[in-house]
């Protein structure tokens, strides 16, 4: 009797992940995972700059990958044991689970002060900016890049776009909430992931129990209020009323893992000090001036910043390992405003901040934000830096904007149609008023002193 050849890989999350290389999927993937445009995620961390404020949140996006795939295979089992044998679709699983594995590959370095920079730096440039959802698509659809060539080989030449479309469409059946859901494989490896390597208290879920209890049910997508067609059905997963309870500590672990950990204040001041490096960074490559900062005119930062369209092979050349050696070549460069950026960023020279209350202020709130606002407006983006981010039972979006297929629904028993957990959870009923973090970062710590003296 033959033994089946198979890789492993040891995973911190999720034990021994094993590619059978008789399955066609997992071969792929496999192959997939030696590219150069997947290995880039092993140079690009998963929380960015977290580690200032959790030491161990060192992980990578490729190992998030890997366990993205890995958990869209077993939920993948339960998607198609709900359905007819009759129905299956075997070329959609295989979309489905590649998208899984390829989800991330247009991550740019420290992804959110990244897009946050690139967004300032071409603010007046209509369609100029790409979010990385744009550019995993792109680099997995390049007819140059080695993605594209594995997947026209093992599956057709039409296999790259299908799976660039499943990530970037809207869900239109079972297979696509497997990688885009309210319980998709996304965020039930970084949910793990992120607890585990940031050593949080929070985001505990009872993962055997909620697979177990995973049901498929149809939910209306949203359809815009001026458009005339009818809502379009998405088949989604919701779960069985006996993991109410269950799926209610799911929710409450993501948002504690916002409230905690994503969103905790020192590290979205990194945050800021870094999207400020990064767009100063770009104001002088854009003028001539990158000798002020000490970098090589081949430089991956100085070479994406001086173009007008940055070529897919200019934008996978940026990982974090480019951006730090640009702040330690700044902070001996002429530049004062960028050596002071990168000496506290390469020193870990926090900001002070100040955080106001928007939903229920109190005097001293309302006090101390129309004294930035009236007398130290001009300070905005150079000295001080506001960061305003919405926060919901579904993690950082603004009240009522999760889409139909990414809200939690239990089916009861004895019921058809699964209804918003919301109807059965009071606890997470009240966690969808609206709320708010809105905080301002100070350079200048006697203006910061100023402002924090300040009594309603």
């Not at 590649?98 to 946050?116: C, N, Q, R």
């Not at 991956?300 to 897919?312: A, N």
């Not at 919405?390 to 009240?399: D, E, N, V």
Request: proline share 3%.
């Amino acid at each position: 009797m033959s033994i089946e050849p198979t890789k492993r890989i040891r995973d911190p999350v999720h034990g021994l992940i094993v590619f059978n290389l008789s399955d066609e999927i997992d071969r792929a993937a496999w192959e997939l995972l030696d590219t150069p445009e997947f290995q880039r995620l092993r140079r690009v961390k998963q929380l960015g700059v977290s580690e200032f404020t959790f030491p161990g949140a060192t992980h990578t996006r490729f190992a998030h990958c890997v366990g993205v795939f890995h958990v869209a295979r077993r939920l993948m089992k339960v998607a198609t044991s709900r359905i007819p044998a009759q129905d299956s679709n075997p070329h959609r699983i295989r979309v489905s689970l590649l998208a899984a594995l390829l989800h991330d590959l247009g991550h740019g370095p420290f992804s959110h002060a990244f897009e946050e920079a690139e967004k300032s730096r071409l603010r007046g440039t209509p369609g100029a900016y790409k979010s990385h959802e744009q550019w995993t698509a792109e680099i997995i659809t390049n007819p140059e890049g080695q993605i594209r060539k594995i997947l026209s080989k093992r599956f057709g030449d039409s296999m790259a776009d299908e799976v660039a479309e499943l990530l970037k469409g809207e869900p239109a059946d079972l297979y696509a909430a497997v990688v885009s859901s309210s319980f998709d494989a996304d965020r039930l490896d970084y949910l793990q992931r992120d607890k585990m390597m940031t050593g949080s208290g929070a985001g505990g879920i009872d993962l055997d129990w909620l697979i177990d209890n995973l049901r498929i049910t149809s939910v209306a997508s949203e359809v815009d209020e001026d458009s005339e067609e009818l809502a379009t059905p998405i088949t989604t997963f919701c779960f069985a009323e006996k993991a109410a309870q269950a799926a209610e500590a799911f929710i409450l672990a993501r948002y504690h893992l916002y409230s905690q950990v994503y969103f905790h204040r020192t590290t979205r001041g990194i945050e800021q000090l870094l999207t400020a490096f990064l767009k100063r960074l770009s104001d002088l490559v854009t003028k001539g001036s990158a000798r002020d900062v000490c970098l090589a005119a081949d430089h991956p930062l100085v070479s994406f910043y001086s173009s007008k369209q940055p070529s897919i092979s200019g934008y996978l050349a940026l990982d974090d390992t480019a951006v730090w050696s640009a702040v330690e070549a700044a902070t001996r460069g002429k530049d004062k405003e960028l050596k002071a950026l990168a000496v506290r960023l390469r020193d870990r020279g926090r900001l002070k901040a100040i955080e106001v209350a928007t939903e229920q202020p109190t005097a001293t709130d309302k006090a101390r934000r129309e004294y930035i606002e009236k007398n130290l407006v001009a300070n905005v983006g150079k000295s001080i830096f506001v960061d305003r981010v919405p926060l919901t039972i579904y993690g950082g979006l603004k009240a009522g904007e999760a889409r139909s297929h990414k809200r939690v629904r239990i089916l009861r028993s004895g019921q058809d149609v699964a209804v918003d957990i919301t109807q059965v959870s009071k606890a997470i009923a009240a966690l969808t008023e609206k709320q708010e973090l809105l905080r301002y970062y100070f350079v200048d710590e006697a203006m910061w002193k100023q402002v924090e003296s300040i009594k309603g």
